[in-house]
């Protein structure tokens, strides 16, 4: 089902027409991006569907408005389609692709009901009839088409603006279609409207403003028009102009306002930057709407002639758009004329024109929503983060306004990617940025005074994930209660920190809560980088989620690691704890984590958080996994109304509620077109949810109306995708012109729904949470700076930046880039080639010495005449003339006027080392040393002459070289130069920073002292990158090599496979992290024993002697395995054969005993002693308990460990502990409803009952003895299911499938008699005619028992009375009815709010149901009218009573569980039907009167389906 309400993408920019209004359908629809949105017009907006189909930015949209189909409506876009959709079904009716270029304008003809016509930027206009699938084509003008309009009046008659202010009339009808070409305006033509009235004679006041002008522009006499009509154009020249297309004229210039504002005169830029849009309302023909400078709407009164009046609509502050406004439109509805206005503020308005009033906006968003907050102080307030650089407060419970909305903007200038409310102060909002600013807006004051957020002086790195508002820590914890804040803020950034900000003092240093857990818990190593954070919400409790999928749970104040939860393997996006107001306080320690892996796992912390441990544990079990999305998790909400009930949002474009404690989903929304980021269950509706994603929209849907129930797959993944695929196509983005802009191809920035959309669209392959899309930009961006071809514009590196002052005025950032050539390969020597002449140094002169005859007779007379006269040449050579060669023969300043021409010479040609040579020869080295660093010239040879010039200039020479070089990106010689001038710090930073960690160690560990702290910090930052390349093995090196030998460990189990596990941990058993080892080799050994390599696990653990305890649960789990597989119990599809040890165990009578030899034998474990202390060792790991959904191979191991301390507890003759064991394994299973598994397990370990049992238990002790008697009914269960498997051959149910029925043995049974009967009658018959759902596979029905083993069936059924125990059929009766009234309180609670909220929308009836008790439980309609309701003071009573009831059972009774009592009843009364002997006369009337004495009307379905199943 679709969106009950939704906050839409923005309407897209700098288009003619890009909405519109049909008042036969009341409907209002505009293009965002790349759909249109269709909203239904009343007193409130409500949203009726979304048109998807273009796969490109629509840039037209226009509704038909011929009476009878008012439901079709056209679009076109930049894939090059014009669409016609059916608004009523939203789908799609026929298109055409007829354009060649950008479509920029479209109409539907008012008066030809098939024809739409469209233009493109070429000039070209294509008419479609699309009823008949024709069209025609027209090409009026070479020019770039801005917009059309069909007249109203004439069929035939369409008006093109173009871009550069011309207006052009066609008639379509005609070979010769021009009509009118009507020149005035001087910039493009923003908007065409035509008046409604269809003639000129009727508006005398403009006739005597048209006496006796002529006509501009050509009217041809064939469609000169009798009467006429008016037409008017919006251009960007700030004018507007009316047209007389009787004359060809226009007849009035009308020249927008300087609307004054509080402001003052409107800026010029916005002047430049103004759409100037006209609409003609069809009731007003004397009143014009039009655009203004910045958002103003004005009505032009044209009635009266001179100067024109204007109206500015919006009379009170705040009405009036705040940018420029792209279209409007106006429809009438019921007597009302409703005009529609889009803006560039992104708002959608409706006003009024009799009263030019806002009668309500309906706000849009600019860019991905990355975050959702509801408030939880002024309940239904909505904070929205947008990637547009805006937060909105959406007050989700206004009655008067759907769309009660405040936006807030000042401060922010990036996308907000995360948001948080104060707990306690109302309207305090928190937000954080992906340019890592973090905030604070009082949103009250912001709204009313504009007033600015606070904004911390701290700012981190990277993008802000997540904030969160807990109890101070050190050192903001430190001092009395009032001089520190209650709540400080934290953030969580990209960098991997967490930071808590004072919000009294946000302009002070924030502090980096890393110190305080590496000081409390005294942790050396290396911390992990942060991802996620969440408080509890009681405040004492603080989860960190990690890069590496880790979460540490932490205790308030001073973060005291609690425990570690590695149960994810990536990175963390998602932390939620459960909320503390439920009737089971248990579920306030469940925590809920999502991560890139697409899993969502619950983890219980209630024991520890309780019960700290001493030694932080490692926690690998879930207690509970929902599976079922397939892209990574980037949200999760706890219902605030339900327990155990959790909404996730995922990049499948899906959002998914699950019933947490059953594991099960319960529904799933699928309205989005876009990966989902963010989702938030509504506080007051318990059926509402919240969800953003990419696709710049806010939804609300009802979890109740949703048709799916799980995450799609298979085909409907792909049905997704496709949908999802209609979004906009990421386009290299262009220089942006200056000139000859169109409206189709303007800036991207602006076309598309604003500045926002193409980064977001950018966002989209580069999303904030995800490191490896940030490091693939990262990557991008960093070859972008490099390039050749950009390198002169690129700053110098910090590390270059060491160089002394002295290089700074001859470098002027011009270095030549350097040619990478491939390398050539030598071609052999040919002693016949001539060689190459090598080039002149002075050419000019040579040159100069080969004229003609007389040119160089006169160069002699002309040296001779001066070195007669002892003249000085030099002062008379000109460096121009044609004698500077005689400078070789003159004096030494003629010389250097021939060099300096020389050396001009050679630099114009591309010759500089020619000219550094001459100027060598001329002496002047510290000059050809500067010339050179100037131009980026610098050559090797240079370099190796500069000490001629002294050591200084040397050293400067280096310097300004390896500058050149880091721009030639020749790192490695630039630090090998900086080597040679002892420069070793500046030579390891330079290539640190240009990632060359391999050389820079290398020069380090050769240059620098071994204790130097820049060596670790090489180390960890090369680690650090390639840990997030994903090469752990080497980052597991270069932390062995920073002395961090923990960090090692961490970074190589990060992969989570076999191989890197057992690597990591025995890497961790060598560096000494025992601890550390012990968890690894653990998480190993289950990897191998889940593909069924038992000798793996063993020799993994072996090599740990801490877990021998861990060993005899693999070795029982092994044996376990091997039993069942004998009895084809565990055989499942696998891809490997199992690899069982080779153990010689001999024949034995019991499962123990062969378990006990092998403990013997193999791990030495034969005393009472090392049993006592493998006990205790294991006793203290617990599992979370089974539920249907356990993966089997989890139960199984689940079930080994608890059959390992019964072993243990055999050993050591703690009989109540071997028990309390055997019963949990026993219980495990049956809770997994693995029934067979259950008969198993009784078989292999008590094969002869539990009898002998009772006699080594202590009869004094209560507690045992409820154990037994709870596991002795297991034992029963078990057995009374086999006898009615295996029903003796005579009995009916081999005869006749139609059970007979039970003889009533007194009046006062009858009813429960029949009922019993008809249960049977009509559920067990057709059960039994197939296979029971519980049956072994290996019986195909009821199996033939020999009618000689009578009397040992009966002994089966006498020791199955145990079942038909009164006492805890009465315990179970009591415990249904408290669950039952608990149901029926929540379900009363969930109306009352329910009705609520529909009273807080609607009118309240004279009875409103809210009002009237609620009968309790879920009964069938029929049932619920017979029976009175119950009133809520009297479900509280029947809940005391219960409770006062349940709390006079003995406590060992109701300390361990039992077989439902009543289902055993009827299995006994089953049996008898079918075989009279089996069970006595005594048995049957005892299962019949517990029937009679516990069971309620309506609950023998229930009984019977759980009987069944």
Not at 1094 to 1103: H, I, K, S, T
Not at 1199 to 1204: E, R, W
Not at 1239 to 1256: M, N, T
Request: aromatic share 8%; with cysteine.
């Amino acid at each position: 089902m679709a969106a009950e309400r939704l906050l839409p993408a923005s309407p897209n920019w700098y288009l003619s027409r890009c909405s519109d209004a049909s008042a036969g359908a009341r409907l209002f629809g505009f293009a965002a991006r790349n759909s249109v949105y269709l909203l239904r017009v009343g007193a409130q907006p409500a949203f009726h569907g979304e048109l998807i189909g273009h796969t490109e930015r629509v840039s037209g949209f226009t509704f038909c408005h011929f009476p009878d189909q008012t439901n079709l409506c056209a679009s076109s876009s930049d894939d090059g389609t014009v669409k016609i959709w059916d608004t009523q079904t939203l789908s799609l009716v026929t298109e055409h692709t007829l354009h060649q270029n950008t479509i920029s304008a479209l109409h539907w003809s008012p008066l030809v009901k098939d024809l739409v016509v469209s233009g493109d930027e070429r000039g070209i206009i294509v008419c479609y009839w699309h009823n008949r699938n024709d069209s025609q084509q027209f090409f009026p003008e070479p020019r770039t088409i801005f917009c059309l309009t069909c007249s109203p009046h004439q069929e035939n008659l369409v008006a093109i603006g173009y871009k550069d202010g011309m207006v052009v009339i066609i008639d379509i009808s005609r070979k010769k279609e021009i009509v009118h070409r009507l020149r005035g305006h001087d910039d493009e033509i923003h908007s065409l409207a035509w008046c409604p009235v269809p003639n000129e004679e009727g508006l005398y006041s403009w006739q005597e403003e048209l006496q006796g002008e002529v006509p501009n522009g050509e009217l041809t006499q064939e469609a000169a028009v009798a009467k006429g009509c008016y037409l008017a154009s919006g251009s960007k020249d700030q004018t507007i102009r009316i047209w007389s297309c009787a004359r060809g004229r226009g007849v009035i210039t009308l020249k927008l306002p300087s609307v004054k504002r509080r402001s003052g005169a409107v800026d010029p830029a916005v002047k430049e930057r103004i759409w100037l849009t006209v609409h003609w309302p069809s009731d007003h023909p004397m009143e014009l709407m039009s655009s203004c400078f910045g958002g103003e709407l004005l009505l032009w009164d044209l009635a009266q002639s001179g100067k024109r009046k204007w109206t500015l609509l919006g009379s009170s502050e705040g009405q009036n758009h705040s940018r420029i406004v792209f279209n409007l439109c106006s429809l009438r509805v019921q007597g009302r004329e409703l005009l529609f206005s889009i803006s560039m503020d992104r708002d959608v308005k409706c006003w009024d024109l009799a009263t030019l009033d806002c009668c309500w906006t309906v706000p849009s968003l600019g860019g991905f929503v990355y975050s959702l907050a509801f408030s939880p102080v002024d309940t239904g307030c909505l904070a929205i983060g947008v990637g547009d650089s805006m937060i909105r407060v959406w007050n989700t419970l206004s009655i008067s306004n759907t769309y009660d909305v405040k936006t807030y903007w000042q401060g922010i200038k990036a996308k907000v990617t995360a948001l948080s409310w104060h707990l306690t102060k109302e309207g305090c909002l928190a937000f954080g940025t992906d340019d890592g600013k973090v905030g604070i807006y009082d949103t009250y004051s912001g709204s009313t005074k504009n007033k600015p957020p606070q904004i911390s002086s701290t700012y981190h790195k990277k993008t802000v994930y997540t904030l969160a508002w807990g109890p101070p820590v050190p050192p903001l914890s430190f001092g009395g209660d009032g001089d520190k804040p209650s709540l400080t803020l934290y953030s969580c950034a990209g960098e991997g920190i967490v930071l808590q900000h004072n919000p009294w003092k946000l302009n002070g240093e924030a502090t980096d809560i890393n110190k305080v857990i590496k000081d409390t818990n005294s942790i050396k190593h290396k911390m992990p980088a942060r991802a996620e954070i969440s408080w509890k919400p009681d405040g004492k409790i603080l989860a960190l989620g990690n890069e590496d999928g880790s979460i540490e749970i932490f205790q308030a104040p001073n973060l005291k690691l609690l425990c570690t939860i590695q149960q994810h393997h990536k990175l963390i996006n998602a932390i939620c704890w459960h909320h503390e107001h439920g009737t089971q306080p248990e579920l306030s320690y469940l925590i809920a984590s999502g991560s890139t892996n697409a899993v969502i796992y619950v983890q219980n912390l209630k024991s520890i958080i309780e019960s700290p441990p001493e030694t932080p544990p490692t926690i690998t079990e879930p207690f509970r996994t929902l599976a079922g999305h397939t892209a990574k998790i980037t949200s999760l909400s706890w219902s605030p109304h339900h327990e155990g009930r959790l909404v996730s949002a995922c990049y499948d474009g899906t959002a998914q509620v699950w019933d947490v404690l059953k594991e099960e989903p319960l529904s799933n929304y699928r309205g989005h077109r876009g990966r989902l980021l963010c989702v938030q269950w509504s506080p007051v509706d318990p059926d509402s949810v919240y969800t953003g994603g990419d696709d710049f929209c806010v939804h609300k849907w009802l979890v109740s109306k949703q048709e799916h129930s799980h995450p799609p797959k298979g085909k409907k993944g792909i049905e997704l995708e496709k949908k999802r695929s209609f979004q906009p196509k990421l386009k290299a983005k262009k220089k942006k012109k200056l000139v000859g802009k169109s409206p189709a191809k303007q800036d991207v920035n602006e076309a598309v729904n604003g500045d926002e959309s193409i980064k977001e669209c950018a966002l989209d392959e580069n999303e904030m949470s995800d490191h490896e899309a940030e490091k693939e930009a990262q990557e991008q961006e960093l070859s972008d700076r490099v390039s050749p071809t950009v390198a002169k514009e690129v700053p110098l590196h910090p590390s270059a930046a060491s160089v002394p002052d002295l290089m700074k005025p001859f470098m002027n950032h011009r270095a030549t880039p350097m040619k990478k050539e491939q390398p050539k390969e030598k071609p052999a020597p040919d002693t016949s080639l001539k060689k190459r002449k090598p080039r002149s140094l002075l050419p000019v002169s040579t040159s100069l010495d080969h004229r003609s005859k007389d040119e160089l007779h006169q160069d002699c007379l002309m040296l001779a005449t001066c070195l007669n006269a002892k003249g000085n040449l030099g002062k008379d050579l000109v460096p121009d003339s044609d004698h500077v060669h005689l400078g070789l023969f003159a004096d030494r300043a003629a010389l250097y006027k021939m060099l300096e021409v020389e050396g001009r010479n050679h630099l114009e040609n591309g010759h500089p080392e020619l000219f550094q040579q001459l100027m060598l020869w001329k002496g002047d080295l510290k000059g050809t040393l500067q010339s050179a660093a100037e131009r980026g010239e610098l050559t090797d040879q240079l370099v190796a002459i500069s000490p001629m010039a002294g050591y200084q200039a040397w050293v400067w020479t280096v310097e300004a070289y390896a500058k050149q070089l880091c721009f030639q990106e020749q790192y490695i010689k630039a630090a090998s130069h900086l080597l040679s001038i002892h420069k070793v710090y500046e030579a390891v930073e330079l290539l640190k920073a240009n990632h060359s960690y391999r050389e820079a160690i290398v020069i380090a560990k050769a240059r620098l002292r071994p204790e130097d702290p820049v060596l670790k910090d090489l180390y960890t930052t090369w680690a650090a990158n390639l840990e997030e390349d994903g090469h752990y093995s080497m980052a597991a090196k270069c932390y062995l090599g920073a002395a961090s030998s923990y960090d090692a460990v961490k970074v190589l189990a990060k992969k989570g496979d076999v191989a890197s596990l057992k690597a990591a941990a025995e890497l961790a058993l060598r560096a000494g992290e025992k601890d550390l080892s012990t968890t690894l080799s653990l998480r190993c050994a289950q990897e191998l024993v889940s593909a069924r390599n038992w000798v793996g696990a063993q020799e993994v653990l072996q090599r740990q002697g801490s877990l021998l305890g861990q060993r005899l649960v693999f070795c029982l789990h092994e044996l376990l395995c091997k039993c069942l597989s004998e009895r084809n119990l565990a055989e499942r599809k696998s891809s490997s054969l199992p690899c069982y040890h080779s153990w010689d165990v001999r024949d034995k009578d019991s499962f123990l005993e062969m378990v006990t030899e092998v403990w013997q034998s193999v791990f030495g474990v034969s005393t009472v002693d090392q049993a006592r202390t493998m006990w205790e060792q294991l006793h203290g790991i617990l599992y979370p308990p089974a539920t249907t959904n356990t993966h089997p191979k989890q139960l199984l191991f689940h079930i080994a460990h608890d059959l390992t301390l019964a072993v243990l507890s055999y050993q050591t003759a703690s009989w109540e502990e071997a028990v309390t064991a055997l019963l949990s394994a026993v219980t495990r299973s049956c809770d997994a409803g693995n029934f067979t598994l259950l008969q198993e397990i009784c078989s292999l370990l008590l094969p002869e009952g539990c009898d002998d049992l009772r006699h080594k238990l202590d009869s004094t002790s209560c507690r045992s003895m409820a154990a037994h008697k709870s596991l002795e009914g297991f034992l029963a269960y078990g057995q009374l299911y086999d006898l009615w498997w295996n029903l003796p051959t005579d009995s009916p149910i081999s005869k006749q499938m139609v059970p007979e029925s039970v003889s009533c043995p007194s009046e006062q049974a009858a009813p429960e008699q029949n009922a019993v009967s008809g249960i049977f009658a009509e559920g067990m018959a057709p059960e039994l005619e197939e296979h029971p759902p519980s049956m072994p596979a290996s019986c195909p029905g009821p199996c033939a028992a020999d009618s000689g083993d009578r009397t040992e069936r009966q002994l089966k059924v006498n020791r199955c009375k145990v079942l038909l125990s009164e006492e805890i059929a009465a315990l179970q009766n009591t415990q249904k009815d408290i669950a039952k009234i608990q149901d029926t309180l929540a379900d009363m609670i969930r109306q009352h709010q329910r009705n609520s909220l529909q009273e807080s929308k609607l009118q309240p009836s004279p009875e409103s149901e809210s009002d009237k008790p609620i009968p309790p439980g879920s009964q069938s309609p029929g049932k619920a009218a017979a029976k009175e309701p119950v009133s809520l003071p009297e479900l509280s009573k029947q809940l005391a009573e219960a409770k006062q009831q349940l709390a006079e059972f003995p406590d060992s009774l109701k300390a361990f569980p039992f077989p439902d009592v009543l289902e055993c009843s009827l299995v006994f009364l089953h049996i008898h039907s079918q075989s009279h002997s089996d069970v006595s006369t005594e048995l049957r009337q005892q299962a019949l009167d517990l029937l009679q004495k516990f069971t309620r009307d309506g609950e023998y379905e229930k009984i019977c389906g759980k009987f069944l199943t």
